[in-house]
C-alpha cells in the first residue's frame, strides 16, 4: 500500500470558509486539450480564514488570476490547491486543461459513443476546475461551451439557453444559463451529434415546458416510452406531491458509457442508455418498468435533491431514499402496488441485508467514509426509503404530505440534512419521532420474533414481540428502534378477525419500540391465523414458528397480495432449508406434495392477478436463498433449487401446460395488464422448460416470440435448463444482435448465470466476443457481474478459479475505472459467510489486491475492512 487514504467523519462536519455566488464557466471542447476557464466570485464567511482551499483531480492548471491579476501565492498538495492570503471578496479566474479522450473512469468530463459529456456526483466536478466541491456550497451557473459545429451540433449544460453564435473555424457556441444556485455535482454538459425527440408539457399552473430527449442517431424509434415516462412523471408530482417544474426546457441525454443508472443534474438528466432506449424488438417488460422508474426518479430529485440539496455527503439519503420512495410511489401509482412492493422487499431482504450483514455494514447515514462513491448503496437507497416508508406509514399520506410541504417550505433552495426532513415530519404530524431517529444512526438487521397464544376461554390473544439487532462490523451495541409492524387475523373461513382492546378497535399497525413487549387482543373468537409484517411494514427480519397449513392457507386467503406472495415465499424457506441440511447429511431431498399443492392453488385459481401468480412461482434465486444461512453451502443450495424447480415442473406439468396456453398472446401491449399475462406464461415456460417436451416448447416460444419480453425468456429458459436448443438459440441471437452492445447486454447476463460446469471458460471466451468490452460498465455487470452474482455455484468453485478470475479483472478495472472496480468485488466481501477453505482463497486474492501499489481509495476501503475482520 502507497498511502494510506484518510477517512472523513460525519461527526466532523464544519460550514464552508468561503463561498462561490456565481460562476462563470467556459469550456473549449478538444478530445485531449480541452481548455477550462472558470470565473468564480467567491465570498469569505469565516472572517479567520486567511487561505482559500479548492478541491482539484488530476488537473493541469493553466492560469490563476484574482481580480484580474496573476496571482502566485498558491501551492497544490493531494487534491487541493491552496491559495494564500486572499481577500474577503475577489473575481478568482482559473483556466485548466483536461483530457477527456483518456478519462476512463467516466467521472468528470468524458467522451461516450463521440459525444462529450459529464458526470460530478458525488465528487467529479473537481476534475473540471478546482472548486469548493462540496454540496453546501451553492452558486448561479453560466456556461459558454465552444466546439466544431458539424461534429458536435448540440452544445447543451444546465438551466437556459441564453445566446448562441458561430465562429469562424467552424466551431460555434453556446452559452447557458441556470437561475437556480446549486452544488457542482448538479452541473452538467453534453457536446454532440444526435437525433432529438421533441415534446411540451403544459404545468398545472398553465407554463409550457420543452421537453427534449437526445439518443444515439438511429435511436429516435426507441424513445417514446421514456418521453411518456417522464410526462408521466411530471404529472404525477403535482398531483401527488403538489410540486411543478420550475425552468422552461428539460432535457434527457442518453448515453452509452454511464457508471450508474442515471444522474439528476438540473435540467439536464444524463442517463445510462438502458434507461431511456425501448422498443418491443429490444427490450423486455422489466426494461420497460425500469425506464419509467429511472426516468421518475431523476425527475422527482428536481425537487427532492436539486431545490432541496445535501448539507454534506453524509445526508446522501436525505435526496436517494426520498426520491426512491418517491419512485416506488409512483411506479405503485401508475401499475401494480403489490408487485411493487414484492420487488422492492427481494431487493431489501436479499443483497441489502446481505450489505448490511458485511464488513461495509453502515447506517441509512453513514458516519465514516473514505470514497463516497463507495456509499451510492442499496442501504442508503432502499433501506432509506424504507426508513421513509415507515414514516409514511406511522403518520399517513395525509400528515406526511403536511410534513413534505413543510420541509420545503423551511429548506427550500438550501443545503439540508436528514434531521430537518424528520424534524419537518414531527412537527407536522404531531408525532413523536425520538425514537424513531435511530433509523437513521444504527445499523444492522432487526430481528423480530413474534410468538402468539390463544386462550379460548377468554377469547383473548396474546402476541408477544421481542426486537434484537445482532452487532455489525461498524457498530457493536445496538439499541431498541420503532418498528411499525403492521398485522391481521383470519378465521378459518377466511374472514378477518377485527382488531380490538378493551372494546376499541385497535389499529393494525403496532408500534413495537422495547426491546420486549406484549399486545393482548379481545374478543378473539376463535384460533386465529396471523398474517404478520403485512407489506413488509418494516425492514426487518420475522420469525414466528408457522406451521405449513397456516402458511398454505394465507397464500390462499390473505386479501392482500403482497401477504399471500410472502406466505409462499415462508413456505418455500422453511422447505429449502430443511432440504439443505438434508443434503448435508447425505439425505434425499424432499418436497412434500402438500407444498406443491399450496401452489398449485394459487396457479389454479382464476380470481387472482396474472402477475402475482407469477411472482409466486418465480422461486427465490440461489443468492438469495445464501443468505439465510450463517454458513453457506453453495453446491448443496444449488441441489435443492434444481430440485425444486424440477417437481414443481413434474407435479405440475399439466395445469402449467394449460395456463401457458391460456395466455397465448396475438398482439402486443405495453400495458400492465398484458406484461402481468406475459409474465405468468413465461413462468410457467421456466418450468416447462424441465419437462419431457422442453426443448419443443422452448423452441417453439422463440421462433413465436415476437417481442424481446418472450425471446428471452425462451433464451433464459433454455440456459437454465441447459436444454439442447440453447446453443443454436444463443448463436442465433447474437447473430441478429451483436452490433447492439444493450442488447447483446441481455445475452452476456445468461452467458454469466449460464449453469454450466464450465462456466468459467465460457465466460472468458465471452470476453473476446466483439461486442464485449471492458471499457463499458454495461457490459461487465453484464456478463463478469452475472457470474459473480448470479451463478454462485460456478463463481465460488471449491478451487477457487471464479476468484481468481474475478481478481485479474478487478486488477484491470483498479486502474481505468475504480467505481465499476468496487461495485464488482462486492461478493468476495461475504467471505466469512463461507467453509473455511473458500475462505481462504478469497482471502488470498483480496490480500493481493491489498498489496497492490495503485491501489485506488474505492477498492482500498472495502478490501481493508474485509481483512480486518
Ligand atoms: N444521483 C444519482 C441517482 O439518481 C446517482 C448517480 C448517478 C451517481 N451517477 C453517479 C452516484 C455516479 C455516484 C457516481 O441516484
Ligand atoms: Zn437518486
Known sequence: MSQQPTAKYRDDYRAPDFTITDINLEFDLDPNKTLVTAVSQIKRLNERATDLVLDGDDLTLVRLDI???????????????????VPAAFTLTIQTQLDPENNSALEGLYISGGAYCTQCEAEGFRRITYYLDRPDVLARFTTKVIANKATYPYLLSNGNKMAAGDLDDGRHWVEWHDPHAKPSYLFALVGGDFDVLRDTFETRSGRNVALEIFVDKGNLDRADHAMVSLKN???????????????????????????????????????????????????????????????????????????????DWFQLSLKEGLTVFRDQEFSSDLGSRSVNRISNARIVRGPQFAEDASPMSHPIRPEKVIEMNNFYTLTVYEKGSEVIRMMHTILGESAFQKGMKLYFERHDGTASTCDDFVQAMEEASGIDLTQFRLWYSQSGTPVLTVSSTYDAATKQLALHVTQHTPATADQQEKQPLYIPLDIEMYRQDGSVIELQRHGESVSNVLAVTQAEQTYLFDHVDEQPVLSLLREFSAPVKLEYDYQDDELAFLLQHARNDFA????????????????????????????????????????????????????????????????????????????VMAAFKQQFADHMVDELAAVYRQYAQTDYQITHKAMGERALRNACLSYLAHTENGNGYVEQHYQEAHNMTDTMAALSAANSAQLPCREPLMKGFSDQWQHDGLVMDKWFMLQGANPADNALEQVKAQMSHPAFTLKNPNRIRSLIGAFCNRNPARFHAKDGAGYRFLKEILVTLNQSNPQVASRLIDPLLKLAYYDSARQQQMRNVLQELADMDNLANDLYEKVEKTLEQ
Open 67 to 85: 481580480n484580474g491579476d496573476t496571482w502566485t501565492a498558491y501551492s497544490e498538495e493531494a487534491g487541493k490547491l491552496i491559495i494564500r492570503d
Open 233 to 311: 412523471a411530471m404529472k404525477w408530482d403535482e398531483e401527488r406531491f403538489d410540486l411543478e417544474y420550475d425552468l422552461d426546457i428539460y432535457m434527457i441525454v442518453a448515453v452509452d458509457f454511464f457508471n450508474m443508472g442515471a444522474m439528476e443534474n438540473k435540467g439536464l438528466n444524463i442517463f445510462n442508455s438502458k434507461y431511456v432506449l425501448a422498443n418491443a424488438e429490444t427490450a423486455t417488460d422489466t426494461d420497460y418498468l425500469g425506464i419509467e422508474a429511472v426516468i421518475g426518479h431523476e425527475y422527482f430529485h428536481n425537487w427532492t435533491g436539486n431545490r432541496v440539496t445535501c448539507r
Open 564 to 639: 399471500r406472495w410472502d406466505a409462499g415465499q415462508s413456505l418455500l424457506a422453511k422447505h429449502i432449508k430443511a432440504n439443505v441440511a438434508r443434503v448435508q447429511d447425505d439425505q434425499p431431498i424432499d418436497v412434500p406434495l402438500s407444498v406443491v399443492d399450496a401452489f398449485r392453488g394459487v396457479l389454479l385459481s382464476d380470481n387472482t392477478d396474472p402477475a402475482l401468480i407469477a411472482e409466486v412461482l418465480n422461486l427465490p434465486s440461489e443468492t438469495e436463498v445464501a443468505g439465510w444461512f450463517e454458513t453457506v453451502d453453495v453446491d448443496a443450495i444449488h441441489q
